[in-house]
């Protein structure tokens, strides 16, 4: 049977992870390459590498960081942040990463996600959407969240999947950072509007909201961040609590 | 020397580098001669039925690749290259397997991404070691359904040839590269054949 995957998810700037990280025995918190070495140790299934570098020399310092990575783990992992052309998907794809996620390049210009299926494959374009609860409707929003715009993010989801996307990555940003749980409303409603894999996101504080959140929607997958870099739930317990409540897991 | 057939866009990078974490390097080529001299071949998997079978048609090596007699291992794409036909663009493929490649019907999310164990498994050395209840990745849109070449059986909405086999030619539709130390201890079975 197809298994429910947990995924770790890291900021990434300047090819050092971002938030402070207190994680097992780390020699280099900062390190992305050694994270993603503990990670997938501990039997995550896949991991999400988000770049936030805003500097130029960014497509170079990325492009190295996924060479790394590859070299490190092997499981599949998807990098994401930014990526708006074909030409920065190819540098991506070909220095080891599995798939790629796009955001607000692709609210500005849907076509991309059609050019981008077209070109490298659907199973490696993964469409992330930021959706804000707002006046009783689940709105998309981009640039880290700091735009609203006007679209219904089951729409998007509809269309993107439409256009070709292989998963869809939805953040609650009504949830993020809150550690009050997944918003299994919009989660639950996308999974079943499209017939392509969804990710939740935003919210995880404890073990229980990643049972309810599969427990409660069809989606394929769960992610979160610090609760994981914290070591407040460590991935093997989880899913060993996910297994004793009768949720598929790779353990 | 180990070669991997190079066609299209796609990460096969990771396939090299699995290969390098067991002490084995690997030319990548779309060279028929490499391809003929080479100990084993591993055709790996990412991209698009229809546009890889005209890459190879073009260099000649889809009759290159069906009369190889060393030890070949077709990954994803690879294995459903081996077929007989695939519903993917319409596509003849090589026919070293006489079956042929679907397209998920509905009832289930498409792509069949993530991990997933067997429903069954045959006793051949490609997966020696492994249990039915191993999980390894897969990544597809298409598979090819149970038939005489099957040596494991995986279930997603219909049950499919998780891996094949008929002489040297070895196929598996999951992701070995992908999937952590089980995945290791096939792509190691391959390599010591």
Redesign the interface.
């Known amino acids: 049977?197809?298994?429910?995957?947990i995924i770790p998810c890291l900021d990434i700037r300047d090819g050092r992870t971002v938030k402070g990280v207190s994680f097992i025995n780390l020699r280099d918190a900062g390190d992305p390459v050694e994270l993603a070495r503990a990670y997938?140790d501990q039997?995550a299934?896949e991991l999400v590498f988000l770049d936030i570098t805003a500097t130029h020399e960014k497509r170079k310092t990325l492009a190295s960081l996924v060479e790394k990575i590859?070299?490190a783990i092997?499981?599949?992992f998807t990098v994401g942040g930014g990526i708006s052309t074909r030409e920065d998907v190819?540098v991506l794809?070909?220095?080891?990463?599995?798939k790629v996620s796009v955001n607000t390049a692709a609210v500005l210009e849907p076509e991309l996600i059609s050019r981008l299926a077209n070109?490298?494959?659907?199973?490696?374009i993964v469409v992330a959407i930021d959706a804000q609860f707002i006046d009783g409707e689940w709105i998309v929003c981009v640039n880290g969240g700091r735009k609203v715009t006007k679209i219904r993010a089951l729409n998007w989801a509809g269309e993107a999947e439409g256009r070709g996307a292989?998963?869809i990555l939805l953040t609650s940003f009504n949830r993020d950072g809150t550690k009050e749980g997944f918003s299994t409303d919009i989660t639950s409603a996308i999974s079943d509007r499209?017939?392509?894999?969804v990710i939740a996101s935003g919210g995880a504080g404890t073990m229980e909201h990643f049972r309810r959140v599969f427990e409660e929607t069809s989606c394929?997958?769960a992610l979160a961040a610090s609760v994981f870099h914290f070591g407040e739930i460590l991935i093997p317990d989880l899913k060993r609590y996910l297994q004793k409540n009768n949720i598929n897991v790779?353990l | 020397m180990i070669a991997m057939l190079k066609y299209n866009s796609g990460n096969i990078m990771s396939v090299r580098i699995a290969l390098q974490r067991l002490g084995h390097d690997a030319v990548i080529t779309d060279d028929p001669d490499v391809i003929s001299m080479a100990e084993k071949i591993i055709i790996p998997g990412v991209g698009e039925a229809g546009s890889a079978m005209e890459h190879l048609k073009e260099r000649g090596l889809d009759r290159v690749i069906v009369s190889l007699k060393q030890p070949v291992l077709g990954i994803c794409l690879g294995l459903q290259l081996m077929c007989e036909y695939s519903e993917e663009g319409n596509t003849e493929c090589l026919g070293i397997f006489d079956t042929t490649v679907r397209r998920f019907p509905a009832g289930a999310k498409v792509p069949h991404m993530g991990w997933n164990d067997f429903v069954s498994l045959d006793d051949d050395p490609l997966l020696k070691g492994i249990m039915k209840s191993d999980d390894l990745y897969y990544v597809h849109s298409y598979y090819t359904g149970v038939n005489g070449f099957t040596t494991a059986v995986c279930d997603y909405n219909v049950q499919f040839s998780a891996a094949m086999r008929r002489d040297n030619f070895f196929a598996t539709q999951f992701h070995p590269e992908k999937s952590a130390g089980t995945g290791a201890r096939i792509l190691e079975n391959f390599l010591s054949l």
Do not use: H, T, W, Y
């Not at chain 1, 499209?194 to 894999?197: E, G, L, R």
């Open positions: 049977m197809l298994k429910k995957r997938a039997a299934d590859a070299n092997n499981i599949p190819s794809i070909s220095s080891g990463a599995d070109s490298f494959g659907s199973q490696c292989g998963e499209v017939n392509i894999p394929s997958a790779r």
